[in-house]
């Protein structure tokens, strides 16, 4: 089993581990073959439209420009105020109030008896002097506050889905790093879409004016004072409330619109969830069946696109004329010869001219004036792909035929929707059979205060310094007694050093039976 394992990690770990060196068929790394399976993964089952809960963090950097899905979003107490906006007939509360310019509704519920007469009308939007609606919808907590809630669908999650209900404009006010949009902003959006080259539910841009330009907390400032200059600033309170912040840098989260690669969930899930219910992929302990079948019963089109600087990449082609998607067989069969000699990073490396075949134009307009997409994948996308696609897939190969579907898969409880799911779903897409039998599911290892090890904390444990100071028998002992399945084990100094000395005397009293030894 160790040496198996070993085998696994190495061929996950090593680039240049190639399936011919177990007699298979001349294969590159696996990474690069699965680089060129999600070609055809794309053709088959990739959309872009509008992602609905995309976040960035001002200021810009290079990670910060990520589409950061919601799992890496951390949501923690801050102290922050309250800004209680007043008019002739309604008062609202709100935290952002810069995002205000982008508002295109006011919800109230359509229970409350104390807005009953307000059904249907519409108020006045303070600064812009511009007229939106009220409407009525379960977001708006009768409870809380004053029962009335600003909408800015393109620059809140929740906000969002109201504007999808009722079929309200979205309106972006802010840049990707974290500024307020001014006129050239919205001249390059309106130029997009008079080209034809935006999408569908394209948010518009607006001249946010004065304010544009300005950080968003420096817009908070002056619309603030132009609010109570104007007579609309009821009161200031200080609150808690929940923020999202970026888990590696901890800097404020904004959420923003913006167009996303996704895969459709609802077909993928429906057979992972029945391979689990049927019994034929199992969890142990048991109790984790829960986990997994809570996230594939509830999950959402998944968002596969990040914008970041390595990865492998999207392979998609765009018009720069009329902004068409291009990618059909002749377009996947020239990348994947690139990646085949090059690697992904070819994808980098050369031009859309040079990774195309000779005279390629676009299918719509006919322009030759065509680039690649600049996202890459999510890694769990490229990951997924691993029980089959390190074995020769989509080739039928004697070393899948021998080692696919495996028996075990030994993970942490973390990633079950990260990896675990994802594997299921797209073994079951690609090759109509369970990438495995049975999931035995481990705790953390957490550190000394009971918090994860990561990068971003620094408070990993480097296992070779724990052996140098206390030995590998101690480090195995305390790893073992300490674990149940499924639980975490909080690392502990002071327990090596406990084990080490029991080690000592179980070594020591070893040495006086044998030197005493004569005559038994």
């Known amino acids: 089993m160790p040496d198996l394992l070993d085998f696994l990690l190495y061929c996950f770990y090593n680039s240049n581990f190639k399936a011919e060196n177990l007699g298979g068929k001349k294969s590159t790394a696996w990474l690069c073959n699965a680089a060129i399976q999600l070609l055809e993964y794309f053709r088959r089952t990739a959309r872009k439209e509008l992602e609905k809960s995309v976040h960035f963090t001002p200021p810009a950097r290079i990670h910060d420009l990520a589409a950061m899905a919601k799992s890496y979003v951390s949501l923690g107490n801050q102290t922050g105020e309250g800004w209680f906006l007043t008019g002739e007939m309604l008062e609202l509360a709100t935290t952002r109030p810069e995002t205000m310019l982008g508002d295109t509704a006011v919800a109230i519920n359509g229970d409350d008896p104390r807005y009953a007469h307000l059904h249907g009308c519409h108020v006045v939007l303070p600064l812009l002097n511009k007229e939106i609606p009220i409407v009525c919808d379960e977001h708006a907590d009768m409870t809380k506050g004053t029962g009335v809630v600003k909408i800015t669908p393109a620059h809140d999650p929740n906000d969002f889905e109201v504007g999808k209900r009722h079929d309200l404009p979205m309106i972006r006010v802010l840049t990707y790093d974290g500024h307020m949009t001014g006129a050239a902003d919205k001249a390059a959006v309106d130029a997009e879409k008079a080209a034809g080259r935006a999408a569908a539910d394209e948010p518009d841009v607006l001249d946010c004016g004065k304010y544009a330009g300005m950080t968003t907390l420096e817009a908070r400032k002056a619309i603030l004072a132009d609010l109570e200059a104007g007579g609309f600033l009821k009161e200031i309170e200080p609150l808690k409330h929940e923020v999202g912040t970026c888990y590696r840098c901890h800097s404020t989260i904004e959420p923003m619109v913006s167009k996303q690669w996704f895969v459709k969930m609802e077909p993928l899930a429906k057979p992972a969830i029945e391979s689990v219910e049927k019994g034929e992929i199992k969890f142990v302990p048991e109790r984790f069946t829960k986990n997994y079948m809570n996230w594939m019963k509830n999950t959402r089109d998944w968002c596969i696109s ?215």
Not at 342 to 359: C, F, I, K, N, V
Request: proline content about 5%.
């Open 306 to 520: 990040r914008q970041r600087v390595w990865g492998v990449p999207i392979p998609v082609f765009y018009c720069d004329n009329c902004g068409e998607h291009l990618i059909n067989e002749a377009t996947i069969d020239s990348v994947a010869n690139w990646f085949e000699k090059e690697g992904s990073d070819a994808w980098w490396a050369h031009t859309a001219e040079e990774l195309l075949p000779e005279g390629t134009v676009c299918p719509k307009c006919g322009s030759a004036h065509i680039h690649q997409d600049e996202d890459a994948l999510d890694t769990w996308f490229s990951s997924a792909l691993w029980p089959f696609s390190t074995m020769g897939w989509p080739d039928k190969t004697p070393l899948l035929k021998q080692f696919y579907p495996t028996s075990v898969l030994v993970t942490g409880y973390d990633i079950i929707f990260f990896w675990v799911s994802r594997m299921i779903f797209q073994s079951l897409e690609f090759t109509g059979r369970q990438p495995f039998k049975n999931v035995l599911i481990h705790g953390l290892i957490r550190d000394e205060q009971g918090r994860k090890m990561s990068k971003s904390l620094g408070n990993g444990i480097d296992p070779m310094d724990v052996i140098e100071k206390y030995g590998a028998d101690a480090l195995r002992w305390f790893l073992s007694n300490g674990s149940a399945p499924g639980q975490d084990v909080r690392f502990s100094y002071e327990k090596n050093g406990c084990v080490l000395e029991l080690h000592y005397k179980i070594w020591n009293i070893s040495r006086y039976i044998l030197m005493n030894n004569e005559g038994l």
